[in-house]
């Protein structure tokens, strides 16, 4: 309806100017104080900085404050997309991955379209991944080489939740856990004094029924 899609233009960094700057401002207090933290703990930035991605808020919000590192080669943003059934399948929500440029809900951005510029019905394990577009700021991170997005599956995602669950007793959201799961193939690409920055936007509280089922 009407009303959702204008409170999902407002929640998150996708719609029309003002829409993403504004969401994007709200949401920078998570990129500011995880760079002042990590500068007291560890003496430095991180090497990487990791969020999931569906619309974009979060990720746009820890990302922000590690923009001009990322443009000094110092740090790199790594958004995860939800990869559903597999980037393969027609079952998924990567945006970035498997759309190409359209016009959805008043901003140009990568969409899951078909030939015809049709929106195809995304699909994701975690709600609030689940939409077929990203926020415009986004796309221009993945096309100017700011950022780069990469993907977790549904199955991956469930794996991440339960390790993180049962390693350190925290219940992460299912969205925040595509981005947990990147680690299996980020980490054994760094070295062991390379910090990486995990952004858990949620808990998983209102997830247990669905992990429950899974």
Do not use: W
């Not at 569906?54 to 995860?80: C, H, P, R, V």
Request: include cysteine.
């Amino acid at each position: 309806t009407n009303v959702e899609t204008c409170h999902y233009i407002i929640g998150s960094t996708v719609g029309p100017h003002p829409y993403p700057t504004v969401v994007r401002e709200f949401q920078r207090i998570i990129g500011k104080e995880s760079r002042a933290q990590l500068l007291e703990i560890t003496g430095k930035i991180p090497d990487f900085v990791l969020a999931c991605v569906g619309g974009g808020s979060n990720a746009m919000g820890i990302f922000y404050d590690f923009l001009e590192d990322a443009k000094n080669q110092k740090t790199k943003l790594i958004g995860i997309e939800a990869s559903g059934h597999g980037l393969n399948t027609t079952k998924h929500a990567a945006s970035i991955n498997k759309g190409k440029p359209g016009v959805l809900h008043g901003s140009k951005s990568y969409l899951i379209q078909d030939e015809y510029g049709q929106i195809i019905e995304p699909h994701s394990i975690s709600a609030g991944l689940d939409y077929p577009g990203i926020g415009p700021e986004h796309s221009y991170f993945n096309d100017s080489g700011l950022a780069e997005y990469k993907s977790a599956t549904d199955d991956e995602a469930l794996e991440a939740f339960r390790l993180l669950c049962k390693l350190e007793g925290i219940i992460p959201a299912l969205e925040s856990s595509h981005a947990l799961a990147y680690l299996q193939y980020l980490i054994p690409q760094t070295s062991k004094d390379q910090v990486v920055l995990i952004n858990l936007s949620g808990r998983g509280d209102k997830d247990l029924s669905q992990i429950a089922n899974s």
